[in-house]
């Protein structure tokens, strides 16, 4: 029989938490799903966090934004290929919520009034993915209007496709939407001129 690893630090309780957040929501953990999720007593859970669960879901995401912005804020905003950086988001994005049976949490919280305690959190992550995205695209030659419509349009689009798949049980749904998402934004640096470079030039180039 398998038994559950002790979790003996802070850190290494937060995986677990955040599929039980994932799994019941915020309202729906209480602390005897938390416990059992993590093997850990409620005295123990209080010790790590005395803050509560306020406190867990709060190391939650901020696990969850470490990891964006390693994996996706900084390869946009920073990447000096922006066709690259745009591939290998929807590629990261694809594989961290499992091809869209995997609820975001951060979107999930959005929704309810639990969100209302992580409204500075929630704006703060959203933000800078649209932020990024729309540098990376104006890197790329797309028109600044232009490219903040397309990363707003973008991170809207994947928060909704995870939703849908979710409710349909089809991840193949979230694939499409994410593949037809990811082919409009490459349309976008395709028809536009790499930036510092005049729009008559790049057509005498093209020819």
């Known amino acids: 029989m398998k038994t559950r690893r002790a979790l003996t630090d802070r850190q290494s309780a937060v995986p677990a938490l955040a599929?039980?957040?994932?799994?019941?929501?915020?309202?729906?953990?209480?602390?005897?799903?938390?416990?059992?999720?993590?093997?850990l007593?409620?005295?123990?859970?209080?010790?790590?966090?005395?803050?509560?669960?306020?406190?867990?879901?709060?190391?939650?995401?901020?696990?969850?934004?470490?990891?964006?912005?390693?994996?996706i804020?900084?390869?946009?905003?920073?990447?000096?290929?922006?066709?690259?950086?745009?591939i290998t988001m929807f590629d990261d994005v694809t594989a961290y919520f499992r091809s869209g049976r995997r609820v975001c949490i951060v979107g999930c919280l959005g929704l309810n009034t639990a969100g209302q305690a992580f409204s500075g959190q929630l704006a703060q992550y959203f933000s800078r993915w649209i932020r990024a995205l729309a540098?990376?695209?104006?890197?790329?030659?797309?028109?600044?209007?232009?490219?903040?419509?397309?990363?707003?349009?973008?991170?809207?689009?994947?928060?909704?496709?995870?939703?849908?798949?979710?409710?349909l049980d089809e991840a193949a749904s979230f694939q499409r939407i994410?593949?037809?998402?990811q082919a409009t934004l490459l349309a976008a640096l395709a028809a536009s001129p790499p930036a510092g470079i005049a729009p008559d030039t790049a057509k005498k180039d093209a020819t």
């Open 19 to 39: 599929e039980a957040f994932r799994e019941h929501g915020f309202e729906g953990a209480s602390l005897a799903v938390l416990s059992k999720a993590t093997g």
């Open 41 to 71: 007593g409620k005295g123990s859970l209080y010790n790590f966090f005395p803050g509560g669960k306020e406190e867990m879901m709060a190391a939650v995401l901020a696990n969850i934004d470490a990891w964006f912005v390693a994996a």
């Open 73 to 86: 804020f900084q390869p946009l905003e920073d990447g000096p290929d922006p066709q690259a950086a745009i």
């Open 135 to 167: 540098q990376c695209l104006e890197k790329g030659g797309v028109p600044q209007g232009q490219a903040l419509a397309l990363a707003e349009e973008t991170v809207s689009g994947i928060q909704g496709a995870i939703v849908l798949a979710r409710a």
């Open 178 to 181: 994410v593949a037809r998402l």
